[in-house]
C-alpha cells in the first residue's frame, strides 16, 4: 500500500509541471462563473427569481447542456494530452523506463492520475453550482435564496453518468497521446472525433463512436432521448473504456519505442 501511494504521488507530483491541473480548476469553476455573472446583472434570465422551487433541477439541466457535449470532451481530450504527454516533453522515458516499475505499473498509475483528475473537475464543478447562487444573493440583494432542499443524489448521479461516458474518451486519448508522442497529433484527432460526432448522434450505430456518449448522456438528462435503438448506453461507455484501456496497456508494454 506505501509503495502504491509513493507511485502515485509521484505521478501527481509531476501534474504541476503541467497546465493541466489549472486546466482542470478553470474549466470546473468556468460555467459557474457565467451563471453568477448572469445572475447578478441579468437576474429576469436565470436566477432563483426566475426559477423559483425548480431552481436546482433546472440549473443542473442549463449546466449540463453548456458543458456536457462539447466542453466536458474537449476539457478531457486536453487534459489526458497534456498528461500523457509529459515524459515526452522532457525526454524523459528513458529515466522513467530504468525506474524499478513495470510497465503496466507505469501506465496504470498515470492513466489513474488523469482519471483521478477528471473527478476532480466533477468535484469543482458541482461546488460551483451549490455556492454559485448564494454568491448571486449576497450581490444582489434582489435575488432571493435559493430552495433550501438541494437534491445532492440528482447532482451526483448526473455527474456519475457523464463521467462514465467520458471514459472511453479518456482511454483514446491516452493510447493515442502515448503511442504518437505528437501533441498536436492527439489533440488534433479528438477535437476531429468530436466534430464528427455531432453528425454521427443521429446514426443508429452512433454509439459505437465513443466520442458521441457525452451527447446521448445529456438528451437523456433533458428528457429528449435521441438514441435510435434501446441500449444500456453506460454499460457500453465502460466496456469500450476497459476494451480500449487493454489494447493500449498490450501497446504500451510490448512497444520497442516509447519516446
Known amino acids: 500500500m506505501k509503495m502504491f501511494i509513493y507511485k ?26 457565467i451563471f453568477l455573472i448572469i445572475q447578478v446583472f441579468k437576474p429576469q434570465s436565470l436566477s432563483t427569481l426566475a426559477l ?15 458543458t456536457g457535449p462539447l466542453l466536458l470532451p474537449f476539457g478531457v481530450i486536453l487534459a489526458t494530452s497534456l498528461i500523457a504527454q509529459l515524459e515526452f516533453k522532457s525526454n524523459a522515458w528513458k529515466q522513467v523506463c530504468v525506474t524499478p516499475q513495470s510497465m503496466p505499473s507505469i501506465f496504470g ?6 482519471l483521478v483528475m477528471l473527478l ?7 461546488l460551483g453550482l ?3 447562487p448564494y454568491l448571486a444573493t449576497w450581490l444582489n440583494s434582489d435575488l432571493p435564496y435559493p430552495p433550501a432542499s438541494i437534491p445532492w443524489m440528482k447532482y451526483i448521479k448526473t455527474s456519475l453518468l457523464f463521467y462514465l461516458s467520458s471514459l472511453p474518451v479518456v482511454a483514446l486519448q491516452y493510447w493515442i497521446s502515448l503511442r504518437f508522442g505528437n501533441f498536436l497529433i492527439s489533440i488534433g484527432s479528438g477535437l476531429a472525433m468530436v466534430i464528427l460526432s455531432l453528425f454521427l448522434i443521429r446514426w443508429e450505430f452512433g454509439y459505437f463512436i465513443p466520442y458521441t456518449h457525452n451527447f446521448y448522456q445529456f438528451f437523456e438528462l433533458s428528457g429528449h432521448s435521441i438514441l435510435a ?27 520497442n519505442q516509447r519516446g
Open 52 to 66: 423559483g422551487d425548480k431552481y436546482w433541477d433546472a440549473i443542473l439541466v442549463q449546466a449540463w447542456e453548456s
Open 120 to 126: 476532480q473537475f466533477f468535484l469543482i464543478f458541482n
Open 8 to 33: 502515485f504521488r509521484s505521478e501527481w507530483l509531476k501534474t504541476r509541471r503541467s497546465a493541466a491541473s489549472w486546466l482542470v480548476i478553470a474549466g470546473g469553476m468556468f460555467i459557474p462563473l
Open 130 to 132: 451549490i455556492v454559485e
Open 229 to 255: 435503438i434501446d441500449v444500456e448506453l453506460n454499460v457500453f461507455s465502460l466496456l469500450f473504456f476497459i476494451v480500449i484501456t487493454g489494447l493500449s496497456l498490450l501497446n504500451f508494454t510490448f512497444r
Open 109 to 114: 498509475m498515470k492513466l489513474l492520475v488523469i
